[in-house]
């Protein structure tokens, strides 16, 4: 399982200094999230960066680096506690890409065959690691190559309870216009029973940025809780929000 964080801000900033004492649980959160960490952004050139690798974001030099000097407006980071049988690889470290687009998950979509299934066959070729996560990612995209993307994502998470077995399918999406982040796990599965908050995403809007993360990463009354079945939106530029309920399309706020 993995922790998800990101943002979208009105004006480039470094992470570093947007997040501060979030980033700062985030790399704390590496000590047991160890088996990779990940990076997306848009460069001043409004194109696609990822920076990734499979080692502790604790003892990663590039980690640092670029959290303390990568200027974005738009972000996204993962922290990697792999599932077991899926190994330690650059392949298999979030978060993946596609042309301008950048995904990471966090949770677990069995069985990988029928996973596959759902993806476009032109999109098949992209495969290049052995993660549920990568084929939640290109089925996504196939979804997405029919429909805008609210009504992709609300279609591709009906089709994936109604054929397989959804521990999380938690999911940042980034793509040039806009931010994604789905909430949508089983609370009767064995973590959630564990911890019932492990899959809950939480969220804080401000004049100039809105934070969106996993929990455990030093949120306080300022944020809120994406509960479980919604998605939120964040539009670049405007920072227009939307929460909403990825069931019956309803908007929440």
């Not at 065959?113 to 290109?138: C, M, V, W, Y």
Request: proline share 5%; net charge negative; charged share 20%.
């Amino acid at each position: 399982m993995c922790r998800l964080l990101g943002y979208v801000t009105r004006e480039p900033v470094t992470v570093a200094h947007l997040l501060n004492n979030t980033l700062q649980a985030f790399v704390e959160a590496s000590h047991l999230h160890g088996d990779g960490w990940g990076f997306a952004w848009y460069d001043e050139s409004n194109r696609l960066q990822v920076a990734k690798a499979p080692e502790p974001a604790h003892a990663s030099k590039e980690f640092s680096n670029l959290a303390e000097h990568m200027r974005t407006d738009t972000f996204l980071g993962h922290l990697r506690w792999a599932t077991p049988g899926f190994p330690l690889s650059i392949a298999n470290t979030h978060p993946f890409t596609y042309d301008q687009m950048a995904f990471a998950h966090n949770g677990l979509i069995q069985p990988n065959a029928e996973l596959e299934k759902l993806i476009a066959p032109q999109l098949h070729e992209n495969l290049a690691g052995t993660t549920d996560s990568e084929r939640h990612f290109l089925a996504l995209l196939s979804a997405l190559e029919s429909a805008p993307a609210v009504e992709a994502i609300q279609t591709y998470i009906k089709l994936v309870h109604e054929r397989l077995q959804v521990v999380s399918a938690n999911f940042l999406l980034l793509m040039p216009d806009a931010l994604y982040a789905v909430c949508d796990f089983d609370p009767q599965s064995e973590l959630a029973q564990k911890e019932p908050d492990y899959f809950s995403l939480k969220y804080r809007i401000t004049d100039d940025a809105v934070l969106i993360g996993s929990t455990g990463l030093q949120q306080d009354e300022a944020w809120k809780t994406l509960e479980n079945g919604q998605m939120l939106l964040v539009n670049r530029g405007r920072l227009r929000v939307a929460v909403i309920d990825i069931a019956d399309k309803r908007e929440i706020g």
